[in-house]
């Protein structure tokens, strides 16, 4: 994602992502595999759509936390807690102090969730008993139906790979799995072109043309294979 940029762009792109961030952790309904490019592209302006979002869910984030804190005294330091605990444990990963090679993976998020469900977990308990019973079933079930809906995305790289074409179809890295599946399955040619769309959509990913000579190779075809190694190089 980050070949070649600006560290301006990085972090352009860093901003922007924190409206994805958001979403997953508050309301995951639409989760995806994969955030490579062009599935997701560089930020190069600060009047981009996708980083004022992401301004915007910081701002929220930032307000909230002051709110919570500003009534520590009145039971939400815990909740004041959780909501910098968030920030705490993404900010390793969050491509704001250096680019880490991955725009956005949501098993990131598994940390910083833990002080979503503390803030959560502190607010909570003001509700009405019934009131909360009843979310707590709303979000017991909720969680559990979109778990047991999403795991077998995850049964095998047959799975992963489908879910990838169909949940993030611009990205690169779909037919780039396609062409690893069919180059293990001895279908070669197959193989080399899945590997040329996804060198078509993203052209600095070396493991590609890798691949590619892989195939190449198998094909009987020694000079497109150099040349493709060539291109890694």
Do not use: C, K
């Not at 910098?84 to 250096?98: D, E, M, R, S, T």
């Not at 909360?132 to 095998?156: K, T």
């Amino acid at each position: 994602m980050f070949v070649g940029q600006s560290p301006v762009a990085v972090r352009l792109t860093a901003v922007a992502t924190l409206g994805d961030v958001l979403r997953l952790l508050v309301f995951p309904l639409t989760l995806r595999v994969d955030y490579s490019p062009a599935e997701r592209t560089i930020v190069t302006s600060v009047l981009d759509g996708r980083f004022l979002l992401g301004l915007a869910a910081v701002a929220l984030w930032a307000t909230v936390l002051v709110l919570a804190w500003r009534r520590g005294r009145r039971g939400r330091r815990v909740e004041a807690f959780g909501l910098g605990w968030i920030a705490i444990a993404f900010l390793p990963v969050a491509n704001l102090l250096f680019p880490v090679g991955i725009l956005l993976a949501e098993r990131t998020l598994y940390l910083p969730s833990v002080g979503l469900a503390l803030a959560a977990g502190a607010a909570l308990p003001r509700f009405p008993p019934a009131r909360l019973r009843a979310a707590a079933a709303v979000l017991v079930l909720a969680g559990g139906v979109r778990s047991a809906l999403r795991v077998p995305v995850w049964h095998d790289d047959g799975a992963v790979t489908l879910s990838i074409l169909e949940d993030s179809p611009n990205s690169y890295r779909g037919p780039a799995r396609m062409g690893a599946l069919y180059q293990s399955r001895g279908e070669a040619a197959r193989a080399l072109d899945a590997l040329r769309i996804a060198t078509r959509t993203f052209d600095r990913d070396p493991a590609l043309y890798v691949a590619g000579a892989d195939a190449a190779f198998t094909l009987g075809r020694p000079a497109l294979a150099d040349s493709l190694l060539q291109r890694a190089r």
